[in-house]
């Protein structure tokens, strides 16, 4: 069994919600949650929006790969009306949720379409610090 910690995003619509729903997804259909932080505000970063994010982290068990685990949250991100991948895209814009792998076991792995440790959330943006100091 995989330890995973995911951060989940949003600023579009009903924030909560979207939130929830993914929650939900993954709870269904890649793995069981261990343990949730507290959802957080915080300002887009990397681009300019009047639209605040809501952002909080779950730690899951999952026997999914990493690769298996990226496209599974793909998908739930597509279901929940995200138009964009900000990796394909290469910017960031708005969307209605966003959902990162920020560790898988404390490993290292790097592929064309993933890097895990995901290094902008756990150096550069004060909100993910906030969120794995709760759930560490």
Do not use: W
């Amino acid at each position: 069994m995989n330890k995973v910690i995911l951060l989940l995003g949003s600023n579009l619509g009903d924030k909560k919600n979207n939130i929830s729903q993914a929650i939900g997804f993954i709870d269904s259909k890649i793995g069981r949650i261990i343990k949730r932080s507290n959802l957080i505000e915080s300002e887009p970063e990397g681009y300019i929006s009047s639209n605040n994010y809501l952002n909080m982290g779950i730690v899951i068990c999952t026997d999914l790969s990493p690769t298996q685990l990226l496209k599974s949250i793909k998908d739930i991100e597509k279901s929940l009306g995200r138009l964009n991948d900000t990796f394909v895209s290469g910017k960031y814009e708005d969307r209605t949720i966003d959902i990162d792998i920020v560790s898988f076991n404390s490993i290292l792995f790097y592929s064309e379409s993933l890097k895990i440790p995901h290094i902008s959330h756990l150096t550069k943006r004060s909100f993910s610090k906030k969120i794995l100091y709760e759930l560490v």
